[in-house]
């Protein structure tokens, strides 16, 4: 049967739908100064955005940001960076940098919570109550403030991305690291049920599920013989990713191409969920 004609405008019939551009928009990056973070900003600013970086140590961001304006002054693309310290689990910290972002740049298009911390690897019945309490302030509690920051501000605009960096620990735990996985289930989580409560209002929240990523955070993993052999012997691409491998989610993400795609959870992981 032929589907009936709509008169609903579509926002697939807008030209920027086709554009993996990010021209003119604002986009907050947390943990910003290494790994997956520095990666999506260096190709969120060459898309043209004003990319604010974010990390704990404005030393480190420094360098990212003026390694970022040189690299962007050389192609003249449009796109730069600026460096604001945070500490993500922080609510007073988280605050300053929405405030700061809105009073210098008038607006937020897109948040990546992307800083992150696991600091206990071992068994759950043996965690230390501080590990539990310091993975859920930066991975769970500074995820969800930040997202209320931006939506708020994307809701009065009416428009915004929000991209939560998850785990495929969040789809499928694995021993020893139970409560960083707990937190990353629960970005999922947060980022289902902020893509229905926001959709009306034209914002949209996706996730990415990265697999096994080579950067410091990873490093117990990588390192460990027996046990980065066991993840690649469950990886059908047989290696673990590198850093650049995540982006063309970002920006497909935080771009118009995704006009249509919200609750999303994108996995990029060599196949190690399939
Ligand atoms: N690598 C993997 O295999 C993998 C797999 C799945 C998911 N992920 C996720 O990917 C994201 C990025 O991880 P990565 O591998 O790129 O790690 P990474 O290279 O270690 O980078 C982590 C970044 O977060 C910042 N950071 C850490 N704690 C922070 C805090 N409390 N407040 C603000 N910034 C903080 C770090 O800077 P400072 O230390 O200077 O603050 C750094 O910029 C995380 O959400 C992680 O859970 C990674």
Known sequence: MTPSPTTTSSPSEDPRAQELSLAGKVAIVTGASRGIGEAIA??????????????????????????????????????????????????????????????????????????????????AIEAPEWAFDKTVEVNLKGYFLACQLAARRMVARGSGSIINIASILGIKPAPMQVIYAMTKAGVISLTKGLAQELGAKHVRVNAIAPGLIETQ????????????????????????????EIVGAALYLASEMSSFTTGAVMVCDGGFTA
């Open 42 to 123: 260096r190709a969120f600013a060459a898309h043209g955005a004003t990319v604010v970086l974010s990390s704990r140590t404005q030393e480190t961001l420094d360098a990212v940001a003026s390694s970022i304006n040189e690299e962007q002054a050389g192609v003249g693309g449009g796109g730069r960076a600026l460096a604001i310290a945070c500490h993500a689990g922080k609510p007073d910290a988280l605050e300053a940098l929405f405030a700061r972002v809105e009073d210098e740049l008038g607006r937020i298009d897109v948040l990546v919570n992307n800083a992150a911390t696991n600091p206990y690897f071992g068994a």
């Open 217 to 244: 955070f990873a490093s117990a993993l990588i390192d460990n013989e027996s046990m980065h052999r066991a993840h690649l012997r469950a990886t059908p691409l047989g290696r673990h990713g590198q850093p650049n």
